[in-house]
């Protein structure tokens, strides 16, 4: 499969090339040229196969045979190894639980994929490679955990001192061996700043050999269709029409959505559920795209600003406004409505969402209203509700159970080389270690 720029799809490359390159030279990101369809009989047995079966077939229709079976079989298996369950919470509405990954939100998906198939692309390579991240949260644990004891890899995270929840610290810190945090005394902007300057940097890149784990990597897109097809193959034929309610903020999981049901799958809807953050809405009112500074919320992995993906969805749709309104529908929510919808299914269903979800499931309630119409909404969970236990009132919060893992790390030692944010010292950081 070739692998084309948002900016120009006469610029194509492999997917492996797309993968090292992170982003087009024009500046684009990469799509791919064609999405493939899947064969009928993949999506009329698909209730027969198990999760990492699925993925494995789905990788390999869009990586088109660039990566020889057996060993894209191996990547994928060693990546999807936890479970995206669906849990219903009524007749009507299911949730699909992405956070059973070993940092609890579902950039696990993306992150473990990218890491194993960076080492596959660059098994035999004499140096040793160096991922560079600034994180504000999610992304940094994620990515370190995926490439946590990985030969021949090393990764550096930069994240703001004092700026992230303690849970975030803790799963950020936790990690020696190859992973390294920088506690950047700054913000998240600077730590960006910073890992933007080392990538530009010509004695860094003598020395060492820098690599992006950036979200906007195809090889960190890709695999989250694999739990769309997933979700469509366990709720099987009986469901009717499907709705999926995506939380939203740099917009790769609704991209790989709409990746899938161009492939084929089912779906009559995609909900775009944003914050406060709500350029995206705004956008598909007006058909003006207006990037704003992005606003704090209690949902703040989707405190988004100016969302990286747009780019991807308004090029698979050949920039068609009203062919992207006919496929998503987009609906802000505000706290006070995230706390309410947490409050309502948690009384109702006794499910606790996490803050992300609970934007999902309140967008999901306006549509709803606003459409009418029999069909099953499937709500997209981002995260674990025990990563975000400050946002609960004592009732809820009682009722959520820590996993083992977060429980474990909250009692841990901090590992963390505190550093000024000014680039010099970031600099002999890197050329030193
Ligand atoms: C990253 C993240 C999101 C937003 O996903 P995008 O693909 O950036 O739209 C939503 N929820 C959680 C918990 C996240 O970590």
Redesign the pocket.
């Known amino acids: 499969m070739r692998f084309c720029s948002t900016k120009d799809s006469r610029v194509s490359v492999s997917f492996t090339e797309a993968v090292s390159r992170g982003m087009a030279q024009d500046g684009g990101l990469f799509i791919p040229a064609e999405i493939p369809r899947c064969p009928r009989g993949f999506l009329r047995s698909i209730g027969g196969l198990a999760f990492p079966e699925i993925s494995f077939e789905v990788a390999r229709l869009l990586l088109g045979g660039e990566i020889p079976d057996a060993d894209l079989r191996r990547i994928v298996g060693e990546s999807v190894t936890f479970d995206a369950p669906l849990h219903r919470l009524d007749e009507s509405t299911v949730v699909l639980e992405l956070f059973h990954g070993p940092t609890l939100?579902?950039?696990d998906f993306g992150a473990r994929f990218m890491a194993r198939m960076m080492a596959y692309m660059h098994r035999g390579d004499r140096g040793e490679h160096t991922v560079l991240v600034a994180t504000s949260g999610?992304?940094g644990s994620a990515v370190a955990s995926a490439f946590h004891g990985m030969p021949g890899v090393s990764v550096i995270l930069l994240y703001p001192s004092g700026r992230v929840s303690q849970i975030q610290e803790s799963q950020l810190t936790s990690l020696t061996g190859n992973v390294t945090a920088l506690e950047i005394a700054g913000t998240f902007d600077d730590c960006q700043r910073l890992v933007k300057l080392a990538f530009a940097d010509r004695e860094i890149a003598a020395g060492r050999n820098l690599t992006s784990a950036n979200?906007i990597n195809v090889a960190r897109l890709l695999p989250q269709t694999f739990y769309y097809f997933n979700a469509f193959a366990r709720l099987g034929e009986m469901s009717g029409e499907i709705v999926f309610s995506?939380?939203?903020?740099?917009?790769?999981?609704?991209t790989a959505g709409l990746i899938a049901w161009k492939m084929g799958i089912p779906v009559k809807r995609f909900i775009a559920a944003t914050n406060a953050n709500d350029v995206v809405c705004r956008y598909l009112e007006t058909g003006v795209y207006e990037p704003g500074r992005a606003l704090t919320t209690l949902?703040n992995?989707?405190d988004?600003g100016d969302?990286g993906?747009l780019p991807r969805i308004r090029a698979l749709f050949n920039d068609d406004i009203e062919a992207i309104r006919k496929a998503v529908y987009a609906s802000p929510c505000t706290d006070d409505q995230t706390r309410e919808a947490i409050a309502e299914v948690f009384l109702r269903h006794r499910y606790v969402l996490?803050p992300?979800g609970a934007v999902g499931y309140s967008a999901l309630g306006r549509y709803r209203a606003a459409t009418g119409g029999a069909f099953t909404g499937i709500l997209l969970e981002?995260?674990h509700p025990a990563k975000f236990i400050d946002v609960y009132d004592p009732v809820v919060r009682g009722s959520i159970e820590v996993p083992g893992r977060l429980r474990d790390l909250l009692g841990g030692e901090k590992h963390s080389v505190k550093l000024p944010a000014r680039f010099e010292e970031v600099k002999a950081f890197l050329m030193g270690a």
């Open positions: 939100a579902f950039k999610d992304t979200s995506v939380p939203s903020g740099n917009l790769g999981n609704l949902s992995a989707m988004v969302p993906n996490d992300h981002t995260a």
